[in-house]
């Protein structure tokens, strides 16, 4: 009787894990993102612009930040957009025009995905070409 | 073996067909009816759209229509007006039925047609969004109106 | 005792499998092998138009898509502009709308939808108040 017991015991066991295997759902874990911080650096000739991509890994907002140019008393147009295509600059969704400085930035909510900043020279004020340093934080 | 025993291998038995049969049954039965494709007969055209406006010199055009059923498509280009072609090239089209795409239609095949009688196309269409892209070929000297007629289930 | 035990298990075993058998018989549709897909849509509106986009899905999913730019026709941004995005299918010369929403730009999706296996398109129209032409971008993902 016990023997009997036991194989019930274990062809139980056996039927039960075959059955549920299909509905056994695993665990997944969603990764933590801190965000990020990039610098975007280079020069910017008179009616020019420079643009570069970057990456949110979640959802939040991105900012871009004017931190230097090696021109005084020039105010530039700092954007962010999402990429185009052909790779030469942004589509703009928000712009501000602003000098090199603390304080000076963009900021909008993006999704988890690709997007870009852009500097613009939009009125001409560079004297022929500028050094410029952007620090770009996403999500 | 006893009688007992004997009633307990037959009802373990019995149980393992009935699980077996009911873990596997359903997925057996679905499987059959996604796979299973009837065989149908086109249906005939019983709706005519007419499309209507006006072509330029290299332009092309387009125009979406929904098939409600499997089914025969005719277009027929029936005429286009109010343009001079120079006699040594021909007054010719390029039609095409194809699939939205994009900001335009990407045809599945095109014909060169002269406007006239028709059908110029005639296909069996799948129940779906189709379209139909006229091109000028560059034998035209300015805009002309056109008219095209679709019949589709 | 034995018919007791031997009756609750076999009750249990087909309990569960028939839970799973109720899974896969209310999942009728083929399985289609589909990946996401993003693409753009980038032109000028024109006031009281309509603009659109036609795309495939091979079966029933969902879409997003994204208003991520407005700059007038100066080159200047304009994040306070009000624009009708909606998801629809092409019919005639035109597309029409079944899911929309009347959204300023920015770089979260504002349309979300969910789209039948078939074509469709995504339309950009002036919802009223248009002065201006403007050019607009795009982004939307769907499954191909």
């Known amino acids: ?125 560079i004297a022929r070409v500028a050094a410029f340093r952007v620090t770009i934080t996403a999500p | 073996m006893s009688s007992g025993r004997l009633f307990l291998l037959a009802a373990w038995c019995a149980m393992s067909v009935v699980t077996s049969a009911a873990c596997t049954g359903d997925r057996k039965a679905s499987t059959t009816d996604t796979l299973t494709s009837p065989s149908l007969s086109p249906a005939d055209p019983i709706v005519t759209e007419t499309f209507t406006g006006t072509l330029r010199p290299n332009a092309t055009v387009f125009y979406a229509f929904t098939v409600a059923t499997y089914g025969t498509v005719n277009i027929t280009l029936d005429e286009v007006t109010g343009v001079q072609v120079s006699e040594d090239v021909p007054f010719e089209f390029e039609i095409g039925p194809g699939v939205p795409r994009g900001t335009g239609c990407s045809p599945n095949s095109v014909l060169v047609v002269a406007p006239g009688e028709g059908p110029h196309s005639s296909g069996v269409f799948d129940a779906g969004i189709w379209c139909v892209r006229l091109r000028e070929l560059g034998n035209m000297s300015g805009p002309a109106r056109f008219r095209i007629t679709i019949a589709h289930p | 005792m034995m018919r007791l035990l031997l009756t609750v298990t076999v009750l249990l075993v087909a309990s569960a499998c028939n839970n799973d058998a109720q899974t896969t018989a209310t999942s009728p549709s083929p399985v289609v092998q589909a990946t996401l897909q993003t693409e753009f849509y980038a032109d000028t509106l024109q006031p009281g138009d309509l603009r659109f986009y036609s795309f495939s899905v091979p079966s029933d999913s969902t879409a997003s898509a994204m208003l991520g730019s407005i700059v007038r026709l100066d080159g200047r941004v304009d994040a306070s502009q009000r624009i009708g995005l909606g998801f629809g299918y092409p019919s005639g010369t035109t597309c029409t709308v079944t899911q929309w929403v009347v959204t300023t730009s920015g770089l979260t999706a504002q349309l979300k939808g969910w789209l039948t296996k078939g074509v469709h398109c995504v339309a950009i129209y002036d919802p009223g108040g248009m002065t201006v032409p403007l050019n607009f971008a795009v982004r939307f993902e769907h499954f191909f």
């Open chain 1, 1 to 125: 009787m016990r023997r009997t017991l036991s194989a019930a015991a274990v062809l139980l066991a056996t039927l039960t894990a075959s059955c549920n295997s299909n509905s056994t759902t695993p665990m997944i874990t969603a990764p933590t993102t801190s965000g990020s911080t990039s610098v975007f650096s280079g020069s910017i000739v008179t009616g020019g612009t420079a643009a570069r991509s970057f990456d949110a890994a979640a959802a939040g907002t991105a900012t871009a930040t004017f931190e230097f140019l090696d021109q005084s008393g020039v105010s530039l147009q700092l954007a962010l957009g999402i990429p185009r295509l052909s790779g030469s600059g942004c589509f703009l969704s928000r712009a501000v025009t602003v000098t090199a400085g603390p304080g000076s930035s963009v900021s909008t909510p993006v999704e988890p995905g690709t997007f870009c900043v852009q500097l613009a020279d939009t009125t001409g004020q």
